[in-house]
Antibody, heavy 121, light 113 residues
Framework: EVQVLESGGGLVQPGGSLRLSCAAS????????MSWVRQAPGKGLEWVSV????????YYADSVKGRFTISRDNSKNTLYLQMNSLRAEDTAVYYC??????????????WGQGTLVTVSS | DIVMTQSPDSLAVSLGERATINCKSS????????????LAWYQQKPGQPPKLLIY???TRESGVPDRFSGSGSGTDFTLTISSLQAEDVAVYYC?????????FGQGTKLEIE
């Protein structure tokens, strides 16, 4: 059974940092692109970042470029999102999503339950 | 960036009736090399993560009921629920994965009339 489990969310002050993790199981993690998507309270979905399976290429939303870094450890079947210089507008539930294929250019076939990040003083 | 615009923002349909949600992209998401539209549809029920329904604009994800169908090409796409069931109450999103950033539409809230 495919499972992705996010962790690492919490309350952080503006300007602070947080590292999210996503532990994957039930599929060959190294063979799939992985994404982060966030959802502010009561709002719609906002795509954040993706990392490809084959060549580790990464892409980011303009709103997080230069502040967030996506990475993966295939030996640990884990996806990460390092978030620096956090702002109030980064407050959201962050979802980890498994790509439908190895290419970055794929839909997100399976999503975790999400982890809440709150940026507030 | 490609802007995805859904219509309507909300929709109320009677049980057993057809529901239609539209999605328009600001530029084509059709890749000429493989003739695929890089467009997906997701369903999100309250308190749950999104669920993939349709990818490549018209391919139904495994396990998705066949009352859900996707159509369209280029810049105009449609998600159709042929006979609305109570469990279909949700917010529906389209997303393009043609070019980064992989933008979502604003969502369409579907309710029972």
């Amino acid at each position: 059974e495919v499972q992705v489990l996010e962790s690492g969310g919490g309350l952080v002050q503006p300007g602070g940092s947080l590292r999210l993790s996503c532990a994957a199981s039930g599929f060959t993690f190294s063979s799939y692109a992985m994404s982060w998507v966030r959802q502010a309270p009561g709002k719609g979905l906002e795509w954040v970042s993706v990392i490809c399976a084959n060549n580790y290429n990464t892409y980011y939303a303009d709103s997080v470029k230069g502040r967030f870094t996506i990475s993966r450890d295939n030996s640990k079947n884990t996806l990460y999102l390092q978030m620096n210089s956090l702002r109030a507008e980064d407050t959201a539930v962050y979802y980890c999503a498994k790509g439908s294929g190895s290419s970055c250019y794929s839909s997100s076939g399976y999503w975790g339950q999400g982890t809440l990040v709150t940026v507030s003083s | 960036d490609i802007v995805m615009t859904q219509s309507p923002d909300s929709l109320a349909v009677s049980l057993g009736e057809r529901a239609t949600i539209n999605c328009k992209s600001s530029q084509s998401v059709l890749y000429s090399s493989n003739n695929e539209n890089y467009l997906a549809w997701y369903q999100q029920k309250p308190g749950q993560p999104p669920k993939l329904l349709i990818y490549w604009a018209s391919t139904r994800e495994s396990g998705v009921p066949d009352r859900f169908s996707g159509s369209g090409s280029g810049t105009d796409f449609t998600l159709t629920i042929s006979s609305l069931q109570a469990e279909d109450v949700a917010v529906y999103y389209c997303q393009q994965y043609y070019s980064s950033p992989y933008t979502f539409g604003q969502g369409t809230k579907l309710e029972i009339e």
